[in-house]
């Protein structure tokens, strides 16, 4: 039976809809079976299933990383009313519930873009890159102060992570965990990888150029509600 004819007079939602406490669990009933790969132990299981939700992939579970100290660190920082650091206005409108629930304020690095640059506590070349590269990696510099201790989400852009990464490994103040899902086809595959490759904090990502926004919102979303 095509589309055309089921819809109309409630059939095409009464057809295929489900009741809203029936869609995550089948949802994850069905990520669980179409997994390509043997999922981690929980906790970690479950923050890489709502990753792969929010993507619409079961594939994504081959490439995401959710170690059970990033997902560890994450839960008790949110917990304990850490600030959350993102670098664009999808991730902090997806997150802001689950942050502020908990006592935690949401910092994002887009509503800070066009302020002066600061950084005081980075070498002044990755203050130099970050004046010649995007809004969100200015952006994510401006937000430094807030790091310590902090959960950081970068869900769009590459730059904000590569910023991160520089302006750690100057002596950056550390948070306490990061969530890197930048998605893309230019430097997106690259800067994850060099995460992976130095790992200065515990941290939740996904191999090669998906991910995004949505996919950043759940990690951070399932860690605060574990």
Known sequence: MTALHVS??????????????????LSMERLRRRSPVELPPEPAATVALRMAYAAGDP???RDIVAPADAVHAAHKALQGGAALVCDVAMVAAGVRSAVERR????YCAQDVADLPLSGHHVHSATREAAAESTRTARGLLNLAAHWEG?????????????VLLDALADGAPLPAALVATPCGLVAAEEAKQ???????????TVRGTRGGSAVAAAAVNACALL
């Open 194 to 204: 060099l995460l992976l490759d130095t790992l200065p904090v515990p941290s939740i």
């Open 103 to 106: 006592g935690g304020r949401v």
């Open 150 to 162: 902090a959960v950081i989400a970068i869900g769009n852009a590459p730059t904000a992570l590569l």
């Open 8 to 25: 109309g007079a409630g059939r095409a939602l009464r057809t295929f809809g489900l009741a809203p406490d029936e869609i995550m669990p």
């Open 59 to 61: 594939d994504l579970l």
